[in-house]
């Protein structure tokens, strides 16, 4: 592939080549393990679409430091020929929300004297910064990486224009891409009118045009005003009325019941009900604070949200960049990532949020809506991170190893937030070490109990007591007195699925982990906030992806289970019958979304889960009965076939990748899982992920993967020259009609 207005460095030419290459509907005959071939190749795509990303970035930086000599400018000109052909190719390999998000981020310590250059790029599942582009020349060999120079200009340039956050809404057609090469241009000009003081001119259609700078109810410049009255041709003035109204709703609304509530002025207008709908919405946004608390359109944002936005936007005045790091401090998304010192950071900034609102005198509704998302996001900091915190009177103190400690003030509600939580820890840490051993709990431990079960002290000394009568005197564990309990259990369903699979399933005796994982599944049987106990299971699996354990298993039975909207049609504990797939209405359609996403933010790790899972099989067929592992060969197969029931069943890209990959591993005879030195006496095993595997493509796959099932079914010749016994011939038979049952169903669906 040839791009006469793009200079690619020779490694960026052959990711490009692969991009253009790759097809995962191939299944052609592979050497070595297929299934780790297939995910390389998504990984490829993946690091092409991230280059891609990242030169867009970089054109469109460049736009706002010179003029294009008007908005009416050629067309095939090679700046905007080059913006056409990135957006293209994006559009054409991925499947993207069809909005890029560029915003400041500010984390400390990553960037060292740079830290203003610390911006993000969000686009669908992709995530990119300067720090993920250094990992992708690391990954892919890179000996320089110029392109993360470039990305690091293209952050300075936006820096240096006072972009803070821009999003891009994707061209949808042909007359689309011009209408983003004019806000383009035009936010271009905007800039340059703010330097000078003067109107935003520019040529349109062969006349020139001048229009003022509009503001908002603050008499601040605004650009997003601005490009809405130019894309829809409204005098200024207009806009201003517009301005005004909002303004005298919001007021009325402070005084009334019906809440009146936005982030910006731009976004009310928007959404005011008698024009909602009628506005020519321009093709990107600037420094809309929105963009701060969500990343795309599909995300909402609620009135509360939208009050603290506005309420911080309004107490940081010109400071984005401080409000950037405060609303991130309340609505961050990777809490259970970061360490001590940058936990205390953002309480550091939250506390200084809460200090003004004190001054000032705010809502208490804002206030609450502040510490509750603190709260809940110091819940998902891992509790080791706690054992690094002192919290005093008025200050907290982090010693994050390798890292100079940090001190500072901090609000008197923090810092009872803090020492809940570090009371917290002690506490669960008691709950685990009871199963084995006498524990005094005192008062301050129902009481903390209390608080993070949402029950009261007597509740708490009662679940304590319900719980230590699951285990006898020497911590084994009673699965009949389980399950009685469970109708009580079921009460604190909210934290105590939670507790249960991270604090014990570990700790218990080796030889009643099985027994306590089963008795799991008939809890899950009862609760109803489903969300919260597949979250869990998600993250626990990816947690360290290069480790395989005996409990994976059992987190992607518990998926299966949790993904469905009536489990009683699903009789055995031991294993999720493979019927599940033979009719998806019964998926819990929201909790199944809801899964392939938290999935799909997480794609790379749980690759590296399914390769280390996939390479620890290979290496026991190769090397079965030289020791005794911790895993078996039967083990490993029951988690394969797990894994690829509960990804068919939540879809998503990555569960798709993962079952394409697996489908160029399984449905060759000749790939090199059936030619290790145990493959032949696993057979059985190996043709059982294989039916797996169709049947789950088969349920939601189309007519191009219905090629690929036909292929295989010109392969069971091939594969009952393997066989060695009438079950094994009988699983062949299992495959061609499960094969024509898929084919059926993808042909329907393709008509």
């Not at 107490?315 to 961050?332: C, T």
Request: one cysteine or more.
């Amino acid at each position: 592939m040839k791009d006469p207005n793009m200079s690619l460095d020779a490694d960026a030419a052959e990711l490009y080549r692969q991009l253009d290459g790759i097809d995962l509907r191939q299944l052609e005959k592979v050497s070595g393990d297929g299934f780790s071939q297939g995910l390389t190749e998504v990984e490829t795509r993946n690091d092409a679409a991230r280059m891609l990303l990242a030169d867009l970035i970089c054109q469109v930086s460049s736009c706002l430091l010179q003029s294009s000599g008007g908005t009416n400018r050629n067309p095939r000109s090679g700046m905007f020929d080059k913006l056409k052909d990135t957006i293209e190719k994006l559009i054409r390999n991925y499947d993207p929300t069809r909005t890029i998000l560029i915003r400041y981020k500010g984390n400390y310590e990553e960037t060292g004297n740079r830290e203003h250059i610390d911006y993000e790029i969000v686009f669908g599942k992709f995530y990119l910064d300067l720090a993920e582009m250094a990992a992708l020349a690391r990954r892919r060999g890179m000996r320089e990486n110029s392109r993360q120079n470039r990305l690091a200009d293209a952050f300075e340039t936006f820096w240096n224009c006072s972009v803070y956050n821009l999003l891009l809404r994707l061209p949808r057609e042909e007359k689309e891409y011009k209408r983003l090469w004019i806000g383009l241009q035009i936010l271009y000009r905007y800039l340059r009118a703010l330097e000078k003081g003067s109107p935003v001119e520019f040529k349109m259609s062969g006349r020139q045009l001048s229009y003022p700078v509009v503001k908002n109810e603050s008499g601040k410049p605004d650009p997003n005003l601005t490009l809405l009255a130019i894309f829809n041709q409204l005098p200024s003035d207009k806009i201003q009325t517009l301005v005004q109204k909002v303004l005298l709703l919001s007021k009325k609304s402070e005084s009334g019941r019906t809440r009146f509530a936005f982030t910006t002025t731009y976004d009310a207008i928007l959404g005011l009900k008698n024009l909602r709908g009628k506005w020519n919405v321009p093709p990107l946004e600037l420094n809309n604070v929105k963009w701060l608390i969500v990343e795309d359109e599909q995300h909402e944002v609620s009135q509360q949200m939208a009050r603290v936005a506005r309420y911080v936007t309004e107490s940081y005045g010109e400071s984005v960049p401080e409000a950037s790091r405060v609303l991130k401090s309340v609505y961050g998304n990777d809490y259970e990532k970061i360490d001590s010192n940058q936990v205390a950071q953002r309480l550091t900034l939250t506390s200084d949020l809460l200090t003004r609102m004190d001054q000032k005198d705010a809502n208490q509704d804002v206030k609450t809506e502040v510490l509750e998302n603190v709260w809940t996001r110091l819940g998902l900091v891992n509790d080791g991170i706690y054992d690094n915190l002192i919290v005093g009177e008025d200050r907290i103190e982090a010693q994050a190893p390798g890292k100079k400690t940090f001190i500072a003030k901090l609000h008197d509600k923090l810092i009872g937030l803090v020492g809940f939580h570090k009371n917290r820890t002690i506490t669960k840490k008691k709950m685990t070490d009871m199963v084995h051993q006498v524990i005094d709990f005192d008062q301050q431990d129902y009481d903390t109990i209390a608080q993070d079960f949402e029950i009261g002290p007597d509740d708490a000394r009662n679940l304590i007591r319900t719980l230590k009568g699951c285990f006898d005197d020497d911590g084994h564990f009673r699965k009949s007195s389980f399950i009685n309990a469970i109708g009580e259990l079921e009460r604190y369903e909210s934290k105590i699925f939670d507790f249960l699979w991270h604090n014990l399933k570990e700790t218990l005796h080796q030889s009643d982990r099985p027994a306590f994982l089963d008795a799991l599944q008939m809890l899950v049987d009862r609760i109803s906030q489903r969300k919260n106990s597949i979250s869990v299971l998600l993250q626990d699996l990816v947690t360290n992806p290069a480790v395989v354990r005996f409990a994976d298993q059992k987190a992607f039975m518990l998926g299966n289970r949790l993904v469905r909207k009536n489990t009683g049609t699903i009789l055995s504990y031991q294993i999720t019958p493979e019927d599940v797939l033979r009719d998806l209405s019964g998926l819990d359609q929201p909790v199944a979304n809801y899964a392939a996403w938290k999935i799909d933010r997480e794609q790379e790790s749980f690759f590296e889960k399914m390769r280390t899972i996939h390479l620890r099989l290979i290496d026991l067929l190769e090397y079965e009965g030289q020791d005794t592992p911790k895993m078996t060969a039967k083990d490993l197969f029951a988690l394969e076939r797990e894994a690829y029931l509960f990804f068919s069943q939540c879809g998503g890209s990555t569960g798709w990748s993962v079952l394409m990959s697996a489908l160029k591993e399984y449905g060759h005879p000749e790939s090199d899982v059936y030619n290790r030195k145990a493959s032949k006496q696993h057979l059985a095993d190996l043709l059982q992920l294989l039916k797996i595997v169709v049947r789950g493509i088969g349920a939601v796959g189309g007519e191009d993967e219905r090629v690929l099932i036909e292929s295989v079914i010109n392969r069971l010749p091939a594969f009952s020259t393997l066989t060695s016994s009438m079950h094994q011939e009988d699983l062949i038979i299992q495959i061609r009609e499960i094969a024509d049952e898929a084919i059926h169903r993808m042909s329907a669906r393709g008509e």
